[in-house]
């Protein structure tokens, strides 16, 4: 069913929630941002670096992102025969609050990855089984998705990886506190900051903001912005083609010639390289596609 309704490596749906996915074999690391998110897969396999941690996940386990932060993924097992397949699903943490209410309280662990990967089960499986047949059911996705959407955030909730969902849910957790601080981060990426000016934005001592934060995103608030801001320059520079030195500018540093070297240290090119072979790899596979298309 996903290879049928599937239009690209990710294809949104009728459900709003959830995303069919996708993908050949890479060799090469993709950069990208997480969000509030979880990826069960069908077949083949992948890798999510962050920071110095990599997590890999196979056909019957799934992936799941309690928070938001930067991260190079990789399918790491696919053929033209059997490609990457997975399902991704977005979280409301509007309905996982309403959810934990009504289930017993459960005492979770103080300090949490925002990242984490589980084996599946029958149960959650047979539910996104139900929800993906009703892509051939139109008209019954606005009764029946709401009322699945919510019996796999019920089987999730009591899964290994339960806690990070409770963790969304609650408004004054230390995960949702250091969401706060990350966002803040994100909207003024080119300005500087002082740990303990997040610290007291998050309600936390400032050792005790450190620990929660390197927790839950592998990295300590500077090297989060400077990770942050690389990737946004990336992605600039692929949506804009223009000066690097602009670019680097505009993301806040303050030396085009330390912006290139920490970029290419990341990324393996300095900043117009990159883009540029990111451009014409991205120009092939659309003319391959076409191709494809055409002989179809």
């Not at 996940?57 to 990457?84: C, H, L, T």
């Not at 309905?95 to 589980?118: K, N, T």
Request: proline share 5%; aromatic share 8%; net charge neutral.
């Amino acid at each position: 069913m996903i290879e049928r309704h599937s239009r690209g490596d990710r294809t949104t749906t009728a459900i709003p929630c959830v995303s069919l996915l996708t993908a050949e074999r890479t060799t090469e690391p993709a950069a990208g941002m997480t969000e509030l998110v979880m990826c069960l897969v069908l077949q083949g396999a992948k890798a999510i670096s962050c920071g110095e941690n990599e997590l890999h996940y196979a056909a019957g386990s799934y992936f799941i992102a309690s928070i938001e932060i930067p991260v190079f993924g990789r399918v790491s097992q696919a053929s033209d025969q059997k490609p990457f397949l997975g399902i991704g699903f977005n979280f409301d943490p509007r309905q996982i609050a309403e959810l934990v209410m009504e289930m017993p309280d459960v005492r979770d662990p103080e300090y949490l990855c925002g990242l984490g990967v589980s084996q599946s089960d029958p149960q959650l499986e047979e539910a996104f089984l139900r929800m993906v047949r009703l892509l051939d059911r139109r008209g019954e996705i606005p009764v029946m998705a709401p009322i699945l959407e919510r019996e796999i955030l019920f089987r999730l909730l009591q899964g290994p990886q339960g806690a990070k969902l409770r963790q969304i849910a609650q408004v004054d957790g230390r995960q949702s506190q250091v969401r706060r601080a990350l966002a803040w981060i994100r909207d003024h990426l080119t300005e500087p900051f002082k740990v303990e000016d997040l610290a007291r934005m998050a309600g936390m001592s400032v050792s005790v903001f450190h620990r929660h934060f390197k927790a839950a995103t592998t990295m300590t608030p500077i090297q989060y912005q400077k990770r942050f801001r690389l990737h946004e320059a990336r992605r600039q520079l692929l949506g804009t083609p223009g000066d690097a030195t602009r670019v680097a500018f505009a993301v806040g540093y303050e030396s085009a010639s330390q912006f290139s070297r920490e970029y290419a240290r990341l990324f393996g090119l300095p900043p117009a390289r990159d883009a540029a072979r990111l451009r014409a790899k991205a120009t092939a596979q659309l003319v391959s596609e076409s191709v494809q298309d055409e002989v179809g």
